[in-house]
């Protein structure tokens, strides 16, 4: 038995030994060959394309053909006419200025529709603007009552002959109308035709007030042009006040001769500065 073990022990190392001496052939083999490359595919040569010969052949026959017919016109096309180019050149000029032109009239126009379109958007939002106005004081009562009571004192101003300053709506009584005596300040009679209109728009219109400024010329001494202006000043609130109008509403002041409307020193001149000025103004 221990022979056979040592037999099987002795064939297992030799088969060992051998499959080690196999691989190591088989790596010194490898090295000795070398790395290895696979072969490049090789290159592909494209056909000759048939245009290059078919135009070189018939450009052969033609010239075998014929010299002059091949030579004329290439001539032609290598050789234009001065003239000819020159011609075309100037009406391509001339088609380019046309339509620089015509570019121009077109923004021109573009530009004046535009304003156009402009304005009338403007005047519609005013109309839209108005409209909505309009509406909306039609349902406010009050926006009526204040819209028509406008309305009516414009009118009644304006049939007064009533000038807005800066001071209210003026209305200048001139000696002639109201008739002063000399240095006097009593009305020579008893309705004026300017005071009744005052107080006409005065009694319609109960939120104006009057404000009653008498003047002088420079004739005499300027204190008793004071006192003068100011008893005829209140001569025409009394005047008014007869009418009707509510004395609180009347206001009057003197102002003597500090105040001309004429700096000259004739007649006609002192009779404009000796007046009574009444402003009609919203108390």
Do not use: C, W
Request: glycine share 6%; aromatic share 2%.
């Amino acid at each position: 038995m221990s022979d056979i073990a040592s037999a099987v022990r002795s064939n297992s190392i030799y088969a060992l030994v051998f499959l080690i001496l196999s691989f190591a052939s088989g790596l010194l083999f490898a090295y000795l060959r070398g790395p290895q490359t696979l072969p490049t595919e090789p290159p592909t040569i494209e056909p000759p394309t048939i245009e290059p010969m078919v135009t070189e052949t018939v450009a052969t026959l033609a010239v075998a053909g014929s010299e002059e017919s091949v030579s004329t016109p290439l001539g032609t096309d290598a050789q234009a006419d001065p003239g000819a180019l020159d011609g075309r050149l100037t009406d391509a000029e001339a088609k380019i200025r046309r339509l620089e032109q015509e570019l121009v009239a077109v923004a021109e126009q573009q530009a004046t529709f535009a304003l156009v379109v402009a304005e009338q958007r403007e005047r519609l939002a005013e109309m839209l603007a108005a409209s909505d106005a309009t509406a909306a004081a039609e349902t406010d009562p009050v926006a009526v009552d204040a819209a028509s009571l406008a309305n009516r004192l414009g009118e009644d101003l304006e049939r007064l002959g009533a000038r807005p300053t800066e001071r209210g709506h003026l209305v200048t009584l001139t000696e002639s109308e109201l008739r002063f005596p000399v240095g006097g300040s009593e009305l020579a009679l008893e309705r004026s035709e300017g005071l009744d209109a005052v107080a006409e728009v005065l009694a319609r219109h109960d939120h104006l007030m009057a404000r009653v400024e008498g003047h002088t010329d420079r004739s005499g001494s300027a204190t008793k042009n004071l006192e003068l202006s100011q008893e005829r000043a209140r001569s025409v609130k009394d005047a008014l006040a007869a009418t009707g109008v509510d004395a609180d509403r009347i206001e009057i002041v003197g102002m003597g001769e500090t105040r001309p409307i004429d700096e000259g020193r004739t007649a006609e001149a002192r009779q404009r500065n000796r007046r009574v000025e009444v402003y009609l103004l919203e108390r």
